[in-house]
């Protein structure tokens, strides 16, 4: 069996959806490559070394830059916050590490389109994790689409809602640093939202916008706490410099209209990436809380009989379901990134790439750019 | 028991939806003032007398300025296209009638402003049938935000769904003429909207839209058709003069960030009137369709039970419904109808105001044009 | 126009059911015969004669045998608690009156025999009201059935549940009599359910069934008070002689294997008259309190595209429809009985007969008793 | 750090989540116990040594007697069919193993009395693996009820439906097979209802039921097929000899009124294990295919404001969820083998026993074993 070295930067939330991907995948799916969890790499040693252990990761580092030079690591997995994905892809591609990015991309749209430059230029496989796209219902979607069964998209709606932060003593985490987070939902939910905007309706073609922020200034935070749920310092407070909510209306190139609204402040909303479609022949729903389900309406159906019907895509013809378990037996969160392992070690084996790339990262991050631009200046941008 | 005199002008949908209306009121609710139906107004001689001796009207006339100037008639209810009721509605407010008008209140700004003032100069009672603020459900959604149960609200979403015209062989009715409609979907359903957003939320005060166009010619319709699935007429095609959706992002004045579609295209929704409202302490979703419920998310309930409630609104408390069955038993679309005539002629007899009123419509129109501005210009409309 | 006069017994919460529906009917519908509401019956002058004010009942009569013996009274409408109903009825068809019977049909399996052999007898058109078929979405799931999209039938599920009775300070109204209402929900809601199964399913072969009581003594009623929300008299406690909820197993003759459950305990429910059939080919599911709505699952779509589809029975396809609204202008309870009398108007006219009509009921009832027999000897009945 | 070893016995379906969740446990919760996979166990070497491979167990071994005989074995897993339970369970009871034992319990009542005599005797810790228990939003309904949320129970309903055999082509597999699988869904499907009726609602202490078969013949199988979407061996056709469906009707000692249903041929229904509680002050309602859900409602709302309310368990307060993802990420099937582990090795270090073990297992097949009697006599048994 062929293996290749997995070298991870950052051992926090994906840093542990990462780990256990790269451990899943080989148990549940036939890989022609199987991937060696060689070393990871953090700051802090003691964390790092204690989730190393746990997951079973060889090695440890606290400097990323050592990692990407070894030899004997075969691919970068970058799983640390997005101000630092520039600096490391960039050497990792110069190294000729394949690159496994976790989302958002960048922290610019220049850092993007470098990035997506140097891996190109270094011939390695590079994909950027928006993991959503590999979710069996979404895969669905998908299908029915490239089949006709939607017919000509008339409208997109893509809302990301998330109540996280709705409490004002919410601390001060890095998510709602400008310097660290690049922008608050916008570029946290509204990235995912665009990719699969993108990945099933098309490029877009115009854009508007206008973003908000509900709260000011927050608690500054216990540097030590945990990511989502993390204690205050009791230092004092500190201001927020990125968005509470940002919603979009886009035209897309091929003519459908559609909606895009991404907040932290949708009380009772834990995590909605919700989309639907409406086309000419049918149309369809999707909320992320509800990941294993499609719904889909079709107008073929006879006139007495149609209706959003509610497809639980856990049957053996759904992409990926036959390595899990049997129908109804609901798959969760995590899987989908074991899918985005197998798939990108595929692709690695095949030589091919694998979609969404550095190259996705950059069409998206235009429509995120935009919108900005049109929240600041009241204008729509075309892109 | 007093009475008062009816006159109808209009008999095709909103005609048949109103008379119902007057006759079921008095049955199903005590009334100080019991409508007499009158007269019934119309163009056409045959269908009008048809439709007053299946709905009881005791007169008929062709010409609305007869009814209008008729002594013995104290109430104008104007049931015709909006191209219409700028005309009649200055005419029956001269002649100091009460009006019950249907919207979409005018074809322009300009037109809802003088109707607005004539009305309040003649000081007749006028009312705007949006009828949806007489739905239980929508009420409750009115009382839990009154009652601080949503707090300070976040966001707003409202989207008013159908997909009758997907067909491209569906006739050019009077609804896609501009002359006739003034707009599409964005006069006819995001008014109902825009009422129901300052009903709930309050003022806007910027918006930003885009309008579009899916089909653009369409077979000329039969002239005595059916309003809604009407033949065609086999003299060929002719233009689509209004947009075939319409999508808004607003700011209110009260900061809250929102968003409202409009469209006709939207497979699949029948008559989806959707609105989702997002607060500090809680949520609250509606759907036309399922209009006896509303979906209710509270902070206050225990962290570990908090969940959308789905209420049945159809409980002895909830506005109305006393008056109708026992819980359970629920009520349908023409319902609202009959609690709107039922306050009109309340706030007739109290000498009260009634909601929404001319006033609202002139709010909800500055809105509405302010949207069609922002998509011609590509510009935020600050109101 | 052809008319006929009906007489109405009874003026409680079915009189107003009926008038209203008496009343609906010829405006919506097209009818052959018209009814004309002639004389209301009840035995309390006051608030019949109100009562008849408010529906516009030309006479009223407080001894009901007047009534059937009048020559101009051509159909008897027998709105009254279940144990007046046989001795009308058979006066009705002895006097040769068309009957629109409510449901349930009698207080005995021997007494229903006798009411069918005696409607038979004269010839007259009899009707049984189990109103619920005739709501759109049920008469959808008959016609599925009926073309074969369900197949060979496996399994049926009627659970009728309310929760009106919780509170043990609800008083002992009529309902809670066995004297008078025969017994609990097992006559008033599995009734209903039985006539579904009858009407979707077919014949019940076996029946095994449990019947208990939660609350044994209740404070005696208010006799003034209204139906469903009566205060208490203050009189004291009285015995509850009905049982409180009914669960029956059953058989059918096709070899489906089915379950029902009435309840007036189940707290959350209001009015889940809801049935669930599993075939061979697809798939049904109704729930009275989304009553515009049947969902459906068929075998015959695609395998990766198979899901319960909720169709919205609103479309001018769907039987009475497009008498009413547009679709998804949602019917509602009242609508059903409009429905009825149109039918038994048409059947008497077209002089054949309607389902379900007494013969129905027999069957029906004989099912009942079975379970009831089975529940107080532990042992299974064989029909 | 202590560890354990253990022995697994099966390497089919369940030897697959047996073995991930062994696996997956110590990665996601802290134990004071780690297990070691040791040893796998199955008859055919070449795909045991796969299926050892793939997992990690250490060793393989044919002969499951050598395995219960190892000194170095502390815990035997047994995830073979159930016609082999009895005897190795007593087997490993008898050389002082802990047992956990894949569900449902034994072929006879006799069997599991013995068995948990046996596991009594040693002293082992013994668990029957319900995992159904061990969903967060299941563990949520048990929560709520013993916090008297839902007040007096008046009834149980419990659904477990599938429809992985409505196919006559689906081969003669060994659950289709008396001799091998005990019963059909009674055992299998009705199993798991009656734990979560007992673990929900309390003891049972009336039964009456009938089963009944759809396809009396089916294809021969073919033996190295897999287990649910197995071919056909091309040999004929054999006698099916378990049932295909079976309903109960219940009466709890606590006086609540209940049903089972257990099918493999509810067409649409894929892993449907569904409950509804109802209850004097609250109701609940569950479905497996929606396991991260719960439904809850409670009359302590205002009266304005009740209705069942949708809980999202994945919440940080939510059962085992903290050390899984963030809110609205949601689980699968999977989990709850692994919480299953993590509270079974939890049981052992800490020396106390685990719900449920083998004396639920024995009060489980009372109740199955008095279903089958009377749907074999015709009359309700009382427990």
New interface residues.
């Given amino acids: 069996m062929k293996t290749m070295n997995v070298g991870i930067i950052g051992y926090q939330?994906m840093g542990k959806?990462h780990s256990?991907a790269w451990?899943q995948a080989p148990?549940f799916f036939n890989m022609n490559i199987k991937p060696v969890l060689k070393v990871a790499c953090g700051r802090r040693k003691e964390p790092l070394q204690s989730f190393a252990d746990?997951?079973g990761w060889e090695e440890v580092e606290t400097d990323w830059r050592k990692v990407v030079e070894r030899d004997d690591i075969d691919i970068i997995d970058i799983a640390v916050p997005q101000h630092l994905h520039y600096e490391i892809a960039l050497a990792a591609a110069k190294a000729g590490k394949h690159i496994f990015l976790e989302k958002p991309m960048a922290m610019t749209l220049e850092q993007a389109r470098e990035m997506a430059a140097a891996a190109e230029d270094s011939g390695v496989t590079h994909y950027l994790n928006h993991n959503y796209r590999r979710c069996p219902a979404v895969r669905?979607a998908k299908?029915?689409i490239d089949e006709g069964?939607i017919g000509?998209i008339?409208?997109w709606?893509g809302?990301y809602?998330?109540?996280?932060i709705?409490d004002p003593q919410f601390p001060l985490t890095w998510h709602l640093q400008k310097d660290k987070a690049g922008s608050g939902p916008h570029g946290d939910l509204n990235s995912h939202s665009v990719d699969l905007a993108r990945y099933l309706v098309g490029e877009i073609a115009?854009v508007?916008?206008?973003?908000?922020q509900?709260i000011s200034e927050r608690p500054l935070p216990d540097a030590d706490a945990a990511?989502?749920?993390g204690g205050t310092s009791g230092a004092g407070m500190g201001k927020v410099t990125v968005e509470d909510?940002s919603?979009?209306?886009?035209?897309f190139k091929n003519?459908a209209?559609?909606?895009f609204?991404a907040?932290r402040?949708?009380?009772?909303?834990?995590?909605?990436n919700f989309f639907e479609i409406?086309?000419?022949?049918?149309?369809l729903i999707f909320n992320?809380?509800?990941?294993?389900?499609?719904?889909?309406?079709?107008?073929d159906?006879p006139?007495?009989?149609?209706?959003?019907?509610?497809?639980?895509a856990?049957?053996?013809?759904?992409d990926y379901i036959a390595n899990?378990?049997?129908?109804?037996?609901?798959?969760?969160?995590?899987?989908e990134f074991v899918h985005a392992m197998v798939d990108f070690m595929d692709a690695i084996n095949r030589g091919t790439g694998i979609a969404p790339d550095f190259y996705d990262g950059v069409k998206e991050m235009e429509v995120l750019q935009a919108a900005l631009d049109s929240a600041s200046t009241?204008?729509?941008v075309v892109l």
Same sequence: chains 1, 2, 3, 4.
């Fill in positions: 939330f959806a256990n451990l148990r746990n997951w669905l299908k029915l069964k000509d008339y409208h709606r809302a809602l998330q109540d996280w709705t115009q508007t916008a206008m973003t908000t509900f990511t989502f749920k909510a919603f979009m209306t886009v035209m003519g209209l559609g909606s609204e907040s402040f949708a009380t009772g909303r834990k995590n909605y409406y086309g000419s022949r049918g149309s992320l809380e509800r990941m294993n389900e499609l719904e889909f309406f079709s107008k159906d006139e007495y009989a149609q209706g959003f019907r509610t497809i639980l856990t049957e053996s013809v759904h899990w378990w049997p129908p109804g037996h609901i798959i969760g969160y995590e899987h009241g204008k729509v």
